[in-house]
């Protein structure tokens, strides 16, 4: 199954989350996922996650061969996966690779940093990044994570010091911008073979309220241009 995922909305239970999830309403519809994936009682059907504030295509496996091959799929990094960032500030390159591992910091759990220093459980990392468009003080990425660490992508531009604009964890937030009430990361495109000699890509398109800030953003760029 591939769907698109709400901003908003964590994919299953863990410390801190008491609302629906994803999988509380894929229980619901399709009751036959009870039973698949490695954690069944706690992630049935999920083979990747997205961030709670993370909005975007994911997929979900409905039988157990599907789980198994996908799984395979995305392990063996035959997976590719696209993101729609905006962030604070321009990279000095115009694209680059970001390759730092990325563990939970020592004295906040919660959290997830890079380097080796301060953290627990650090594993290899990998993020390219590519600029799309440049506006004012910020810039619009498209993002292909190669691994699939948690909070990577956020972590990882952070790290740079381009944090995703919206970002209340790892510091989007020190240019507030009118009409962002989230973080700016979508999860546009997957793309992968299966079975194998098939090619399939599925896309999600930007939400609206993202859209609206690109607008928003490209105006002001446009009036500045004229000004000068």
Same mark, same amino acid.
């Given at each position: 199954? @591939?769907?698109?995922?709400? @901003? ?14 994803l999988v509380d309403w894929l229980v619901e519809k399709y009751p036959e996922i009870k ?7 706690? &992630?049935? /059907? ?6 709670k504030d993370t909005s975007g295509v994911m997929l979900v496996a409905r039988n157990q ?23 604070? /500030? ?5 694209? /680059? ?22 953290l627990r459980g650090a594993r290899a990392a990998v993020t390219e990044y590519r600029v ?9 990425? $498209? ?11 956020? @972590? ?9 604009? /919206? ?13 962002? $009430? ?30 609206? @800030?690109?607008?928003?953003? &490209? &105006?002001? &760029? ?7």
């Amino acid at each position: 199954m @591939v769907l698109n995922k709400p @901003v908003g909305m964590a994919v299953h239970r863990g410390a801190g989350v008491n609302e629906k999830t994803l999988v509380d309403w894929l229980v619901e519809k399709y009751p036959e996922i009870k039973s698949v994936g490695d954690d069944p009682s706690q &992630r049935p /059907g999920i083979v990747h996650r997205l961030d709670k504030d993370t909005s975007g295509v994911m997929l979900v496996a409905r039988n157990q061969p599907t789980f198994e091959k996908l799984k395979q799929l995305f392990k063996e990094r035959k997976v590719e996966k696209t993101y729609l960032a905006l962030v604070i /500030g321009m990279p000095k390159k115009r694209s /680059g690779v970001i390759a730092t591992p990325i563990g939970r910091l020592v004295r906040q759990p919660l959290k997830r940093g890079t380097g080796r220093s301060a953290l627990r459980g650090a594993r290899a990392a990998v993020t390219e990044y590519r600029v799309l468009e440049r506006m004012g003080n910020y810039s619009l990425l $498209e993002v292909r994570p190669k691994t699939g660490r948690t909070h990577q992508i956020r @972590v990882h531009l952070a790290s740079i010091g381009q944090p995703v604009a /919206g970002d209340r964890v790892y510091g989007g937030v020190k240019s507030e911008m009118a009409g962002l $009430e989230r973080q700016f990361l979508h999860a546009s495109s997957l793309q992968f073979s299966y079975p194998e000699g098939r090619r399939w890509r599925f896309d999600a398109a930007l939400p609206e309220n993202l859209d609206r @800030v690109l607008k928003q953003l &490209r &105006r002001l &760029r446009k009036r500045k241009n004229h000004a000068t």
